[in-house]
């Protein structure tokens, strides 16, 4: 008796039938519907991450945290704020011996900073970014005594940009934000 | 804390006890300000510019889509026509590398939930298009299908799929208990990914660990005992933990197209259901005596009845519970903690706290945003424990409406599309009968 009232023999369909298909079609196009108004809407662009150098505080998680070993953040030099001094503290150590460009001499762990001769008294400092490993060690330095034009960033040429991003999780200022990928740098010069 | 002995070090080392303090002082308020010039260079000076690589994730992006689609379709065309358990096995080991190892789990279906929570309530995120994709294809999929994806599609689902070695039965009651947890998880996930903009799914997700090879400590620990007990137990992450098998569960009972145990005439044997490591398939149930027919219509009045009482009930007790879980935000802890240091109830900084020092925003902006915060956690736990109430009161119903089985057949809801069934049977091709398979087996 059952069988006969689920599935009759003159080939419609049973009324749990139905209410099934209903719903897979009602399901089927709320779910594409719903999904095509959440993407096309014109106000809304889809994001990357990035970190705020106004929040940054250079604390180092960004060169452990990563997925990516190395990490997907590198330091960049915003030249057109650097006060291009002689004596750089995002180069040099604090307690050096004299002002040679020796490795013991300098703060970059990798020794990813050149620093070449511009005229006197000014050197201009430029990051190799294939040795930066985005400790944020000469950020520190520039942030506490020069000008901040030395950043950190995420590199969006390496980043994967995760769903979560790992920096963002372990960030302590909160500095790892979503961007427009549209413009996916937040550098201090760009306005 | 490198950046707090380095700085006094220095400082020490320079200048006398008194001046260095002051220095910290105006090298703190001087945070980031332009305490150089820019150079006035004698001959022309190009500044070199920064370079801005563009996304390469855009890249990946249809990649991904391309072969979820793939696999899906063949995960369908394996677990429905070719009844293959080896090829789904063989796919799966595909999917565990190439979205396990090579994409490293992300972009997945589970996590896409919050992408998609986040960009319903959040106007200024739009939804990624391979993230509304993750999230809808494998649904679609369920509609049509049943649960393909969890098969051999899903990174986190073959996993466990792959470890398993002697699995054991877990006691329908723990299990209908135990099934429940995905919605308070779905629940949760959605509502922080909504409110504060933080995927939890993703962050305690157990097995992204393995793929990327590192983690946070707690997550590796809980990756390693879920990968043990997957050992013994079918799939503890997908039938206890997975948010997006709660929605697939909901969906995967009105597909179109459903497993079938036997190519021929069930024999009720018992032997498909001892296969079945997850404890989708129901014993036939024929003899129900009038008795027990009135009492499953006597429960599903008084459940129907009570479902609007166990809705109240699931929004009351999490509205209750708001304020612990507006405390998990790290704007909350922040505000909490800062609240703290002031008062002198604690001592010392953490690197968040003295983060916040250096940024010089004034506590009560932080304060403000704090109840901000508590204030939508307090609001959305409403719609979060009515979705609970709602989701327990219809488990309940579920289990306690009586049908009738003429045979032994998959539960739809918790069939994950495995294929152990099909080789566990003994009832070969050859044996078919000659009439429409179809009509035999549905009463």
Known sequence: MAGNKDRPKDGRLSRRELLVSGLRTAGVFAATGGLVALASRSDAESTVWQIDPAKCTACGKCATECVLKPSAVRCVHEHEICGYCELCFGYYIDQRVDDAEAAENQRCPTGAIIRSFVEEPYYQYTVDESRCIGCGICVEGCQMFGNGSLILQIRHDRCVNCNQCAIADACPAQAVVRVPAGSPYLLRTKK | ?443
């Open chain 2, 1 to 443: 804390m490198r950046q707090a002995t380095g700085r006094a070090g220095l400082l020490r080392r320079s200048l006398p006890g008194g001046a260095a303090a002051a220095l910290v002082l105006v090298a703190a308020a001087a945070f980031a300000a332009e305490n150089f010039p820019p150079p006035e260079f004698s001959r022309p000076y190009q500044f070199p510019a920064p370079t801005t690589p563009s996304p390469r994730a855009m890249a990946f992006a249809y990649v991904d889509m391309a072969v979820l689609l793939v696999a899906l379709c063949l995960a369908a065309y394996l677990a429905l026509r070719t009844r293959s358990r080896q090829g789904l096995v063989g796919l799966a080991l595909f999917s565990l590398f190439y979205f396990g190892f090579y994409r490293q789990g992300c972009i997945c279906s589970v996590g896409a939930i919050q992408n998609v929570a986040l960009a319903a309530a959040n106007g200024q995120y739009a939804l990624p298009l391979v993230a509304g994709v993750f999230f809808i294809l494998p649904l679609l999929f369920a509609l049509f299908f049943g649960r393909v994806f969890c098969a051999s599609v899903c990174p986190l689902g073959v996993v466990q799929e792959i470890v398993m070695l002697r699995p054991v039965k877990v006691r329908p009651w723990l299990d209908s208990a135990l099934g429940l947890v995905p919605y308070v998880y779905l629940g949760v996930g959605v509502l922080f990914a909504a409110i504060g903009s933080r995927f939890v799914i993703c962050e305690a997700d157990p097995f992204i660990v393995f793929y990327r090879r590192g983690g946070p400590m707690w997550v590796v620990l809980f990756g390693v005992g879920m990968l043990v007990l997957s050992t013994f137990v079918g799939r503890p992450y997908c039938r206890y933990l997975c948010p997006y098998g709660a929605l697939l569960r909901l969906v995967a009972p009105l597909s179109q197209w459903r497993l079938r145990i036997t190519p021929g005439e069930c024999i009720n044997c018992h032997l498909c259901a001892d296969a079945c490591p997850y404890g989708a398939i129901k014993a036939p149930n024929l003899e129900s005596t009038a008795a027990q027919k009135a009492e499953s219509r006597r429960r599903l009045r008084w459940l129907l009845v009570g479902l609007p009482f166990m809705v109240g009930f699931g929004a009351w007790a999490l509205h209750a519970a708001a304020p612990t879980l507006a405390g998990v935000h790290p704007t909350v802890q922040l505000a909490v903690r800062v609240w703290q240091e002031e008062r002198g109830l604690v001592q010392g900084k953490t690197d968040e706290s003295e983060a916040f020092d250096r940024l010089g925003i004034p506590a009560a902006e932080l304060h403000r945003q704090a109840l901000d915060i508590h204030g939508q956690f307090s609001r959305w736990s409403w719609v979060l424990g009515a979705w609970l109430g709602l989701a327990f009161g219809i488990r309940m119903i579920s289990l306690s409406v009586l049908r009738h089985r003429r045979e032994y057949q998959i539960d739809m809801a918790a069939c994950v599309a495995c294929g152990r069934c099909y080789s566990a049977c003994p009832v070969g091709r050859e044996q078919a009968p000659s009439e429409d398979l179809s009509e035999s087996g549905i009463g």
